[in-house]
Structure formats: C-alpha cells, structure tokens
C-alpha cells in the first residue's frame, strides 16, 4: 500500500509560478515512478509528468514542456512539480500517481487526493 499527499496548489497570475509537493509513505518510494495528472473541468483526466524511480528519465505532455520541471528526492519520499511561465490552461485540480511507463504512459494504481491550481488571466 502506498499513500500519496499532494500541496502547493492555489491561485496564480498568468505568468506566474507554483511548485506541487507530493509526500509518498507506505512501500519502497524510489521502487516506483512518480508521476502527476490533471483535470479541468468538464475534461478527462490527462497526464502531465513523469519521473523514473531513480529520477534520471523525465517525461513530460507536450502541453507543458519547457515550463514544468518533474523532480523527486528520494530521501524525503517526494515528489515536484515546479510550473513555471503558468496559462489559464493549466487551470485543473493537479493529482499525484504512480504511472506505469511503457510505449504509452498510463496512470497507475495510486493517488494523491489532488490539489487545485487556478491561473487568472
């Protein structure tokens, strides 16, 4: 079992930044890639990024390449997600996961409870 905690949402300026902290307790942490979604309203859910368990592969959608940055630290069992250059688009609540990584990347069996990011205009 593994339990995921998400924060740093909030409300931002277009242009601005946040940084999503995810805290992960329960099984081995650096054994999984971490992963974070989001979903806006009236959307499906979609992916956003994604770390390698020993954090030396990123992925990232292409919505949001060259803006967010995906890190974890191993020793404090967390994950980021730093956000920068932020759009109205990015407006969703932002959830942490444990995705598999194949030809495709899929959202796995865990996740945070979400936090909301809202960017004004």
């Known amino acids: 079992q593994v339990q995921l905690v998400d924060s740093g949402g909030g409300l931002v300026q277009a242009g601005g930044s946040l940084r999503l902290s995810c805290a992960a307790s329960?099984?081995?942490?650096?054994?999984?890639?971490m992963g974070w979604f989001r979903q806006a309203p009236g959307k499906e859910r979609e992916f956003v990024a994604a770390i390698s368990g020993s954090g030396d592969r990123t992925y990232y959608a292409d919505s949001v390449k060259g803006r967010f940055t995906i890190s974890r630290g191993n020793a404090k069992n967390t994950v980021y997600l730093q956000m920068n250059s932020l759009k109205p688009e990015d407006t969703a609540v932002y959830y942490c996961?444990?995705?598999?990584?194949?030809?495709?990347?899929?959202?796995?069996?865990?996740w945070g409870q979400g936090t909301q990011v809202t960017v004004s205009s």
């Open positions: 329960g099984r081995t942490f650096s054994n999984y890639v």
């Open positions: 996961n444990t995705p598999s990584v194949g030809p495709s990347i899929s959202s796995g069996r865990y």
